[in-house]
């Protein structure tokens, strides 16, 4: 039994499970007039126009997807992906951008959509496509606002060990588009939007920022991300004027559900961890393992993530041939300047954690389904029960590797990098456990 071809294949059945083509063959249908998806049906033929826009790592393979199931009814469209990720999509036009940070590329492109989609009409129709990474890809900062702000910004919350939720509640505070706003610039035009969630529990005013759903956090949320984490003193000074003066205002114009923007709204989750998590199950169950799923989402800083799962398979009794599957996203504070991900963080602290496991063979395994674990050319990293001593033999400490954030660094001297290369999508992270 080869455990880490095991481990290749259970994590490839999840991402393809989640790649937008998939997802939109299960999810949408189209008869030349109805475009149905899941239950809900809209007649193509009532509106003037359709459009495509979007951004995240998935939307452009999802804008390929969907322009071939509604061919000649598709108007134009507009699609932001990061780099690497552009496709031919006949009518919609593809750029990339930044990211996890936006460049200037990211605003020029937002600025190009926000025209596209001017001056429409409540006879027609816009379907925005978001995913992972839209955040960053579509930007286009408040007044009095540069994108070198934006850009300190972003990079004090991915060095604090903020959540994805902390992150956007921020990012929303200073935002043309993000918080609702998108869809105010898209009003009065009818709007449906589909979404891959890369967010625990699918919340849409988390996931890329919510740019087409009502927003509930307020400058006092977004001010208390910032004394959390102790970013007073960090992040750009008009930012934290900005913030301190609006602790006084009312958060109200993009709150209510009821508003008129968004009763033209309809949003639809087409694929998400939990969907990644089961296709991983089934072929898990195809190669005779017996199978265990972690249902709550593996977050919070990564390595002590990692020994709370050390622990839970240290507990488990192993009688026949097991794996684990968990999803999630777990966070690092980084304290040095190594390199690395998270998932390769959280695989590095499980094997500082179970040190030598030499006479019981397993493998464990933990990746970014976007193919991408932080600002390296990997999606993460496998360990198996002779990883430690190897390490010890070739003389690294996994442990100082870990206090330096330079997993990247280890698990290249160590064979233990998994690449995949870009997937077209991404709904956070799935790892495992195989044991016998």
Not at 122 to 143: F, H, Q, T, Y
Not at 184 to 204: E, G, K, R, T
Not at 402 to 420: A, P
Request: aromatic share 6%; hydrophobic share 40%; with cysteine.
């Amino acid at each position: 039994m080869n455990l880490k071809k095991h481990a290749r294949l259970i994590v490839n059945a999840a991402i393809n499970s989640v790649h937008p083509e998939n997802l939109i063959r299960d999810c949408i249908q189209f008869d030349g007039q109805i475009l149905k998806i899941n239950s809900r049906k809209f007649n193509l033929d009532e509106f003037r126009s359709v459009s495509i826009i979007g951004a995240g790592k998935a939307s452009a393979a999802m804008a390929f997807s969907l322009q071939q199931r509604i061919g000649d009814k598709l108007s134009t469209g507009f699609i932001i992906t990061n780099y690497g990720n552009k496709i031919d999509c006949g009518k919609i036009e593809v750029v990339e951008a930044g990211h996890p940070i936006s460049d200037a590329n990211s605003l020029a492109a937002t600025e190009k959509l926000l025209n596209l989609v001017q001056r429409l009409s409540e006879s027609d129709l816009v379907i925005c496509l978001i995913s992972g990474g839209a955040s960053a890809l579509m930007e286009s900062p408040l007044a009095g606002f540069t994108l070198t702000d934006i850009q300190n910004l972003n990079s004090c919350l991915l060095a604090c060990g903020a959540n994805i939720e902390e992150i956007n509640i921020l990012r929303k505070r200073f935002s043309k588009v993000k918080g609702g706003k998108l869809a105010a610039h898209i009003y009065p035009a009818q709007m449906i939007n589909l979404v891959v969630s890369d967010v625990i529990n699918d919340p849409l005013p988390i996931i890329g920022s919510g740019p087409l759903s009502p927003d509930y956090s307020t400058f006092k949320d977004a001010w208390n991300v910032v004394e959390k984490y102790d970013l007073q003193d960090e992040i750009p000074v008009s930012m934290s004027r900005y913030l301190q003066q609006g602790l006084t205002k009312m958060d109200t114009e993009m709150r209510s559900t009821d508003n008129r923007i968004f009763s033209r709204v309809f949003s639809f989750i087409l694929g998400n961890n939990e969907r990644a998590r089961r296709a991983a199950i089934k072929h898990a169950r195809v190669l005779c393992y017996k199978t265990i799923e972690i249902a709550d989402p593996v977050q919070g800083e990564a390595r002590e993530a990692a020994k709370k799962m050390v622990q839970f398979i240290r507990n488990q009794n192993f009688k026949q041939p097991t794996a684990i599957i968990w999803g999630g996203e777990t966070t690092v504070r980084l304290r040095k300047k190594g390199k690395g991900g998270r998932n390769q963080e959280f695989v590095l602290a499980a094997l500082a954690e179970m040190e030598d496991r030499s006479d019981s063979p397993f493998v464990l395994l933990s990746c970014g389904t976007d193919g991408r674990d932080g600002p390296t050319d990997a999606a993460g990293a496998m360990i198996n029960e002779i990883s430690y001593l190897n390490a010890i033999n070739l003389q690294l400490d996994p442990k100082h590797f870990l206090d330096e954030h330079d997993s990247y660094t280890f698990f290249s001297l160590t064979d233990g990098l998994v690449k995949t290369g870009s997937t077209g999508t991404n709904v956070m992270d799935i790892g495992l456990y195989l044991g016998k």
